[in-house]
């Protein structure tokens, strides 16, 4: 069951995420947060940390779980998500470094899926921050992705390179793959929370809430998880029954 709020625009849904992120982080400082990269959780990101700058809210017991990571990116590159993680949220917050997990490259692909799924086993996500992608792609689970599948090797679609293209000098630049939780870690954490903004989601958004459950649309797994709330813009809201 996905519990749909339908907001104004970008800020709206970031203030409105933001909302669900304090209430939990306030009511358990201990909790795990698992966070996702891209253009929409920006704002909510930036709540966070104007949040814990003026009233003091403190990460300092919380341990955070990112979705993916590019593969065949140095982690300090500006596009790795291990920067733009650092960069948009991390360092305005009080949160150790050693609480913070995201999946990793590396020589063995095959030993770095394993080594994520072994913090993903060791872990309860209070909640799971989810973007979409205009694909209906979670994390970067791709269209066609098991719903059952745990932290795996993905080649990206042309689209979502051409997506990604914007962040970097050239669509020759945009990583060919990535290392992403699987959907069925996802399905895991107790809490979904799904930001998604602007006319371009609008067709994912609604093959994800009334569309057939189908892995030709990754989010529409979530239709079976017992708590996603999803706040959406009126722009990406656009084309729900
Ligand atoms: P975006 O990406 O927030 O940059 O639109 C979302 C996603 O691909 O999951």
Do not use: W
Not at 77 to 93: K, T
Not at 128 to 157: A, C, M, R, W, Y
Request: charge should be negative; hydrophobic fraction near 35%.
């Amino acid at each position: 069951m996905i519990k749909v709020v339908t907001v104004k625009d970008y800020d709206e849904m970031s203030a409105k995420a933001f909302e669900v992120i304090k209430e939990i982080v306030t009511a358990k400082p201990d909790c795990v947060l698992g966070l996702a990269t891209g253009s929409t959780p920006i704002g909510l990101y930036q709540n966070m940390v104007r949040d814990h700058e003026e009233n003091g809210t403190s990460y300092s017991n919380a341990r955070t779980v990112n979705l993916d990571e590019y593969l065949g990116l140095p982690k300090d590159h500006p596009e790795s998500y291990y920067s733009f993680m650092h960069r948009n949220l991390f360092s305005g917050l009080d949160i150790p470094e050693t609480s913070i997990s995201l999946p990793e490259d590396g020589e063995d692909k095959a030993a770095q899926c394993e080594k994520y799924d072994k913090i993903m086993d060791a872990v309860e996500v209070d909640v799971q921050l989810l973007g979409i992608g205009s694909n209906g792609h979670i994390g970067f689970n791709e269209p066609g992705t098991p719903f059952d599948s745990k932290t795996h090797v993905v080649d990206l679609n042309d689209s979502t390179r051409q997506d990604n293209a914007r962040f970097f000098d050239s669509i020759d630049e945009v990583p060919t793959q990535a290392i992403t939780m699987g959907i069925g870690t996802i399905m895991k954490a107790k809490k979904v929370l799904l930001v998604a903004s602007g006319a371009n989601k609008a067709d994912a958004v609604a093959a994800m809430v009334n569309g057939p459950k189908s892995e030709n649309t990754p989010a529409s797994a979530l239709q079976s998880h017992p708590d996603t709330i999803l706040i959406v813009d009126e722009a990406a809201a656009s084309k729900l029954a």
